[in-house]
């Protein structure tokens, strides 16, 4: 059952980066990229799960490290675009 749940949220999330993609490139606000970029680090994470014995996946460091990466892209997005809004 997890690899069938770890593929649907793989799958969630690479159609969020895409629909985050498609914003940006109508707009081409920044906070969109930022949000793309972590939602197809979060699908590819999810997608490396399929990898990984569950019994290991607490061993397991590269899942929380890009975790850890997707998250902070969000969070220097919220900061770029509340810096861009305060310069305009």
Do not use: C
Not at 8 to 36: C, E, I, P, Q
Not at 48 to 65: A, F, K, M, S, T
């Amino acid at each position: 059952m997890r690899p069938f749940l770890w593929g649907v949220l793989a799958m969630a999330s690479a159609a969020v980066a895409l629909f985050f993609l498609r914003y940006w490139k109508n707009t081409r606000d920044r906070l969109f990229g930022f949000f793309a970029v972590a939602f197809a680090l979060m699908a590819a994470n999810w997608a490396n799960h399929l990898g990984i014995d569950p019994q290991r996946e607490v061993q397991e460091y590269r899942v929380y490290i890009v975790r850890f990466i997707a998250f902070s892209i969000i969070l220097i997005g919220i900061v770029d675009k509340n810096r861009r809004s305060r310069r305009g």
